[in-house]
């Protein structure tokens, strides 16, 4: 080879490499863009401390809380307390019961991640914290509790086949992620509207039953680590909510365990 055509080679060699450069590029998404992505979120979430915007820091590593009520609850504290240590995401609203999980996370990830969303979030989740069971177990009549009068949100079995779903489903989409599974708190001793006592222990057994498939994922046993303290920790009779007193321990109890797996 002359030294014309060694130039020449380099130069298609070189063009190729700047292709295939270029076609990495779109292939793997578009730069994040931190406008679009918070007016994507804004859009999306609703209103409160646990649905603010977060800044993805590339830095640190990336943790999603799905949940209830009560993860909304606690998800202030966890950032607190994983502050500068990881990027602390929530689901944009109440993940209510079992059979919603997966169409929420598909509307989640379509709404905010690339490439769905142009210049949107383009990250892994390192670490995923959820629960379900809590409004899978509550008796709704016209869309109102009514645990008299009312029909179960999911029966054991069919929360046990969606608590299958969505362990698989989680797998799948995010096979690098650390999964932890929390039990469902308890429901008081003397029942709460649209909720009978006892129903969150027959809830945690099955999916505990169910997790057993699944030995990677981690449980957080959240309704053992709260049951105790429920005198001091129910926001008031016949509710199953947590005062701050409460929401602050539950949120130390989840850092915790996710600085572990981080």
């Not at 096979?175 to 945690?204: H, M, Q």
């Not at 049951?227 to 005062?243: D, M």
Request: net charge positive; hydrophobic share 35%; glycine share 6%.
């Amino acid at each position: 080879m002359n030294r014309r055509q060694f130039v020449k080679y380099l130069g298609a060699t070189t063009l190729y490499a700047t292709a295939t450069s270029c076609a990495s590029i779109n292939v793997f998404g578009d730069a994040y863009n931190e406008e679009v992505s918070r007016a994507a979120w804004k859009k999306l979430a609703n209103s409160g401390e646990a649905f603010k915007y977060v800044s993805p820091n590339k830095k640190l590593p990336n943790v999603f809380i799905y949940g209830d009520s009560i993860s909304i609850g606690y998800t202030p504290k966890v950032r607190k307390e994983l502050e500068g240590q990881a990027n602390v995401f929530r689901f944009h609203k109440n993940g209510q019961s079992s059979d919603k999980f997966i169409p929420f996370m598909e509307t989640f990830k379509t709404t905010m991640f690339q490439p769905y969303l142009k210049e949107g979030w383009n990250f892994d989740w390192d670490v995923i914290h959820f629960n379900v069971g809590l409004h899978d177990l509550k008796y709704l009549k016209d869309g109102k509790l009514d645990k008299i009068n009312g029909k179960q949100v999911n029966s054991i079995d069919a929360y046990k086949a969606n608590l299958h779903k969505i362990c698989q489903y989680l797998m799948k989409e995010y096979p690098k992620a650390k999964l932890i599974f929390a039990t469902t708190t308890a429901v008081p001793s003397e029942g709460a509207d649209g909720r009978f006592a006892g129903d969150s222990e027959k809830y945690n057994v099955a999916a505990l039953s169910v997790l057993e498939n699944y030995p990677s994922i981690q449980i957080n046993d959240l309704y053992a680590f709260t049951k105790p303290h429920e005198s001091e920790w129910f926001i008031k009779p016949h509710n199953v909510h947590y005062n701050q007193l409460g929401k602050s321990a539950q949120g130390q109890e989840v850092a915790k365990l996710i600085a572990e797996n981080l």
